[in-house]
């Protein structure tokens, strides 16, 4: 059987690039010149909407749940020691070139994140910025890769270091010149080796947005008129707008071409301080207040009088502690329903500042995932619609915080990104509405002429326009 040709399938993946940034500046011309050509729109994320497991939920086209992946550190069992990272391990599902593998096809997936350690694939894998320093062991596969890479640009960064910082110029010329590097070698990929699928995530433009995003947006707390970084934001999306246009370049007309990022960027407004919260109620009980901010880790927890304890970060991961299946639990497990939607009332009572409505998002995992495996949170929390981070920290003497309490930091993920997808003869053409992360995959195999596997839980972007399931967008 003679197998039908394919065209090729190329991801550059802007990891936080926010939709109205990207589709909205009359100065990113190459991207302009894309949307008048392909079909563009806002992409809703995964719940929640964290670059891990983001970037794989959208590989795999599978959510959280049934990847047994929350974010970026998860309960391992159902102790009290803390939360395990996540690696490349963690995620068994097949991704979008594990599928692909099994048509005799070759990719390149580069900075894909989490990638390390390093799995072999049918083709060529470059580490993400969870992988350790690249100038001191292999960050390719295969090895030798990297080699290349180093003949080419020297000494090759995952990731810029330390970019929580209040040191702006540092991180500043950081990121450029990372991004100069990775652009470099992705073109350097395209044109001189051999792949079917290709997809690259620039990590750069997330450090530019949690770096710089107080000097750019004029609603945030932060912001100062005329500070000298106010620029730094639309500088890197205006370097990455070129960069787009010479990969579309070296691409031609017959491949299909996506750009997309795995989540949105908001202003941050603050920080609610979840497990002080949770001592002043009675939920958490430690048997001495620290009088100076102290990580949860260290606070000394009563586990025997305590209820429920949080841990912190871009949401709330909230757990309760119910007899049965934690060591000391005290929640009967009979009442953990009535329980748990107390604790959700409770959270979505709060209020900011000034006792107006917070507006948070309270979510069960089991009623926004598929399947739930490994161990969940009991609830998941967006503060403020994601305008407030979760501070997990405890001593900070009130509920409302103005800084992050692991290193500075301007904004939060927000719940789109955006996505815009040039393929030769697809219908239909202009903005989308209604497109989902986890569409990505099936997408891109259905307009490549592959098969869609049936464990896929999105759906391809021209079946959901035939039956009706999103729209352009009428003006």
Not at 223 to 237: A, D, L
Not at 266 to 274: E, H, I, M, S
Request: proline share 7%.
């Amino acid at each position: 059987m003679t197998e039908t040709k394919n065209p090729k399938i190329c991801v550059l993946g802007l990891d936080c690039a926010a939709p109205e940034l990207l589709f909205g500046d009359p100065h990113l011309k190459n991207t302009r010149g894309l949307m008048e050509r392909g079909t563009w729109g806002r992409l809703e994320s995964i719940i929640p909407p964290i670059t891990v497991p983001a970037w794989m939920c959208m590989a795999t086209s599978q959510d959280p749940g049934s990847l047994g992946v929350y974010g970026f550190r998860n309960r391992a069992n159902h102790t009290y020691t803390g939360l395990s990272f996540v690696n490349s391990s963690s995620v068994r599902e097949p991704t979008i070139w594990d599928h692909l593998a099994r048509h005799g096809k070759r990719s390149i997936v580069m900075g894909l994140p989490p990638s390390y350690p390093l799995r072999p694939i049918e083709g060529i894998r470059i580490g993400c910025f969870l992988t350790p320093d690249a100038a001191r062991g292999e960050f390719t596969y295969p090895p030798e890769v990297g080699n290349e890479i180093r003949a080419l640009v020297g000494g090759y960064p995952v990731d810029v270091h330390e970019f929580r910082t209040d040191d702006k110029a540092r991180l500043r010329d950081q990121v450029f010149e990372m991004s100069h590097k990775h652009w470099k070698v992705v073109r350097w990929l395209l044109a001189q080796k051999e792949w079917d699928y290709f997809h690259y995530v620039d990590i750069g433009l997330d450090r530019v947005h949690h770096g710089f995003w107080d000097s750019f947006d004029s609603l945030h707390i932060h912001y100062r008129q005329g500070n000298p970084f106010e620029k730094v934001i639309p500088e890197y999306y205006l370097w990455l707008d070129g960069q787009i246009g010479a990969v579309k370049d070296m691409l031609g007309e017959n491949a299909i071409l996506l750009v997309v990022s795995d989540h949105g960027a908001q202003r941050l407004d603050g920080g609610f301080a979840v497990n002080e919260w949770l001592i002043q109620e009675g939920l958490l009980v430690v048997t001495e207040m620290p009088d100076e901010v102290t990580p949860f880790a260290k606070l000394k927890v009563d586990w025997a009088k305590t209820r429920v304890w949080s841990e912190g970060g871009y949401y709330a991961r909230i757990f309760l502690n119910v007899e049965g299946r934690e060591p000391r639990g005290v929640i009967p497990a009979q009442n953990y329903d009535a329980f748990r939607d107390e604790i959700k009332r409770k959270l979505e009572a709060l209020t900011d500042p000034q006792g107006r409505p917070l507006n948070s998002l309270v979510f069960k995992p089991e009623q926004i995932y598929r399947t739930v495996r490994n161990v969940a949170p009991d609830l998941i929390v967006h503060f403020g619609g994601l305008y407030w981070r979760s501070i997990g920290s405890v001593g900070h003497g009130r509920l409302h915080v103005e800084e992050n309490d692991t290193g500075p930091d301007a904004c939060n993920h927000a719940q789109f990104g955006a996505f815009l997808l040039h393929a030769p003869g697809f219908e239909p053409r202009g903005e989308y509405e209604g497109m989902h992360l986890l569409d990505i995959a099936p997408t891109l195999l259905d307009l490549a002429g592959y098969p869609v596997p049936p464990s896929m839980q999105g759906r391809s972007l021209r079946s959901r326009s035939r039956s009706g399931v999103g729209a352009l967008r009428q003006d």
